[in-house]
DNA sequence: CTGTTAGCGCATTCAG
DNA sequence: CTGAATGCGCTAACAG
């Protein structure tokens, strides 16, 4: 009951000058190393109590290999990762693992290389896995174990989690083909992005198998903003499109909040289809038809496949996860007629809630 | 072009014998000292480049008092962090600080202390100042800098964000009674818990305000199994409620489940009200009427706040920030009679999209 | 201008 | 069974 160190957290040593013993002992006792005699170890058991002590991890990760602490690397904390962290939570919940999830590249704008620089921030002490989310970049795989979800530049790495973009561009697009659209425009992504290519390769190839000719593909960039822009051109254009497929949900929101602007209704006058289903989807008005990427469950691959690497040295894998249509009122046949009961056949609709899982855990 | 480290990451070693410089010059370099010659410098960034290094965060804490990184301590990551999250990382964006969210209770079952501990861990070295999420003791206030998000044990702490839980559980009853149910019960959180007793407390005044007397109170605990079991007994009941106030969205939607598997009407035969407004509750079937805190622009304002007591030593304060009603379609007059327009002047209705805000950043 | 020295808090040999 | 010494990667004095 002396002093418990002169400044913030105790200390090792506090502990052990406190307890009468060195610090070797303390440490020994901490780790559960034997050699240590039954009434020492619960001395120091009962300083360590009255101290409110608890090992750093900074200095511990230093010394150790192993952390039991598994990272994951986002570039900040928007919808799309945070769901994944949801998936990633819930799998390691019960585990030895704790998680500690990094936003790199939320100051220093500059948000090139955020992913080689926070692992390297990170790995090898830090961490002793790695998830990294939607890397732009080819990642060095020495530094710790390191599963990718979404990689951009393809499925490079050697650990890769990411959803079937092509077949979701398609499915997207046969869906607004089903309900009667023709002048049907896309909303692409970054092009720098593989999975942004893929999603409009996906809605050529459907135009192309129904006999359409003439796409319309403006640069949304994944950013309101830019998409904004895009859309406006758009719907200025003489050939007006009737539906738009757009990149990503949160360029989809930023279509039906500009056509609203002009005056033209969600879905009579514009049908609107997004991708990923983030929570925002359902809760818009009118709620988002969108391709779903079940991004709880890659998380949950992800960590699972992650730890498999680090406890069992499974080899790195890569999987894919399904897409699947959420049919919800943001689409409707052109001209607005009657919504006409069930969707054509060459659409499919999964009619779980998107947000509803993972509420137990 | 020698070899690149022989293990994982370049070390600051690394690079000066790459270099053939000392470690210090290479750190002074790296930090933007001055007192290196030009050549020396660029010399060093090109092998610094080369390399791909960057300084571990582990073992520059341990030397530095400052990191820029600002921790956020979560017992998990489940959707009322999440949301935090959210506004955290969109007021650090842009700023010189990086957020590293760490969920201290995902391994170790034993949720008791999680705070302390992970304070523990990461404080006084990894990170310059902390978050902390529903923590459920008092804590140690002389480690770093702290903000505590609603703290379970009433504001103790210097700084805390929290919402007026009083006031929000005496206007979702309010709103209940508004709509002319007497038959109210409340599930109420874990009494061991401020924020679920002041919930409870505001639903006995609102009541005794109205002059109904009997309130049937059952634990829900705030968690999904137990509120179940609560909401079946209360439905079992010979004076079965006709509304339920819940402590918070997921049991709310917990109860909303329930109702529904016994073949109860929602809102029809049962009303159910929640706190929180999740994500999830404007997803839901029937959408969830509930009590909104404003999660994100709590994250928001705790980071502002220990923002400013890090970098201009500013006292701590205490925000608490305003409830608001949102209703949606799971509250409705008993006996399923028709909605009839507005809600009685008792409750306020505020008709902005929840989960809207943020999605630009 | 640059290199050398001394720790930060801890875990790990290796001697007592 | 316990304690003193060593070093993890890095930065902050201080020497050269």
Same mark, same amino acid.
């Given at each position: =009951? ?7 957290? &105790? ?22 190393? #034997?050699?240590?005699? @039954?009434?020492? @170890? ?19 990760? =230093? ?11 986002? &570039? ?27 936003? $790199? ?23 002793? $896995? ?10 060095? #795989? ?51 992005? @593989? ?5 409009? @390769? ?16 403006e640069e949304g960039g994944y950013e309101p903003d830019e998409s904004a822009a895009a859309v406006g051109r758009m719907l200025d254009s003489p050939e007006r499109p009737t539906a738009i497929f757009a990149a990503n949900d949160i360029t989809a929101l930023e279509a039906i909040r500009v056509a609203t602007e002009r005056g033209l209704r969600v879905p009579e006058d514009l049908s609107v289809i997004g991708f990923d289903d983030i929570p925002a989807a359902s809760a818009a008005a009118p709620p988002l038809t969108t391709i779903r990427q079940p991004l709880v469950e890659m998380g ?8 498999? =690497? ?10 894919? =996860? ?40």
């Amino acid at each position: =009951m002396t002093l418990p160190a002169r400044t913030g957290r &105790a200390t090792i040593t506090d502990v052990a000058r406190e307890a009468g013993v060195s610090v070797a002992t303390v440490s020994k006792v901490i780790n559960g190393r #034997d050699g240590v005699a @039954q009434a020492t @170890q619960e001395h120091v058991m009962r300083v360590v109590g009255e101290l409110g002590y608890a090992s750093s991890l900074v200095a511990t990760s =230093m010394r150790r290999s192993r952390t039991h602490v598994i990272g994951v690397l986002v &570039a900040e904390f928007e919808p799309f990762s945070l769901e994944l962290l949801r998936g990633v939570s819930e799998a390691l919940s019960g585990s030895e693992y704790d998680v500690l999830a990094y936003a $790199g590249a939320v100051s220093s704008g500059s948000h090139h290389g955020w992913e080689a620089r926070s692992l390297s921030r990170l790995g090898g002490t830090l961490i002793d $896995g790695a998830v990294v989310v939607t890397p732009t970049v080819t990642l060095p #795989d020495n530094v710790v174990p390191l599963v990718a979800i979404d990689p951009h530049t393809g499925p490079t790495g050697p650990a890769v989690v990411d959803t079937d973009n092509l077949r979701g561009g398609k499915e997207a697009t046969d869906h607004l083909i089903g309900l009667g659209h023709t002048r049907i425009a896309h909303l692409r992504g970054r092009g720098d992005l @593989q999975s942004a290519r893929l999603r409009e @390769q996906g809605y050529r190839e459907a135009l192309a198998d129904a006999g359409i000719t003439g796409g319309i593909v403006e640069e949304g960039g994944y950013e309101p903003d830019e998409s904004a822009a895009a859309v406006g051109r758009m719907l200025d254009s003489p050939e007006r499109p009737t539906a738009i497929f757009a990149a990503n949900d949160i360029t989809a929101l930023e279509a039906i909040r500009v056509a609203t602007e002009r005056g033209l209704r969600v879905p009579e006058d514009l049908s609107v289809i997004g991708f990923d289903d983030i929570p925002a989807a359902s809760a818009a008005a009118p709620p988002l038809t969108t391709i779903r990427q079940p991004l709880v469950e890659m998380g949950r691959a992800a960590v699972d496949l992650l730890v498999r =690497m680090i406890d069992e040295n499974a080899d790195p894998e890569h999987v894919r =996860m399904p897409t699947a249509l959420v049919e919800r009122g943001s689409t409707a046949p052109p001209g607005g007629r009657a919504r006409g009961g069930r969707t054509p056949p060459t659409a499919r609709e999964r009619p779980e809630a998107p947000t509803g899982r993972g509420l137990r855990a």
